[in-house]
């Protein structure tokens, strides 16, 4: 997705509309194109991605982060002792 709270989106996607009616995002603009529209993310779901941008991973994604996640943490727990 990239560092931008801006994205161009489709209109009649579904999760869109969701994240649109439940106030995740809104439109940027009172113009767009005709499938797409520019949103932007609210600073508090902005800032909740930003610390945990393991919720923007892909279950392949998570779960190779998983393991990282447990590897480093076993290292830190040999270390400490």
Known sequence: MGQTKTQY???EN???RGLELDIVIYKASNI???NTWAYNI???AWDYLN???ESL????????WNRRKK???MQWQKHLK
Do not use: A, M, R, Y
């Open 51 to 53: 610390e945990h941008p």
């Open 57 to 64: 991973l892909f279950e392949q994604e998570l779960k190779s």
């Open 32 to 34: 767009g194109q005709i």
């Open 14 to 16: 579904g999760v869109v």
């Open 42 to 44: 609210q600073p508090w």
């Open 71 to 73: 590897k480093e943490q």
């Open 9 to 11: 989106l489709d209109l």
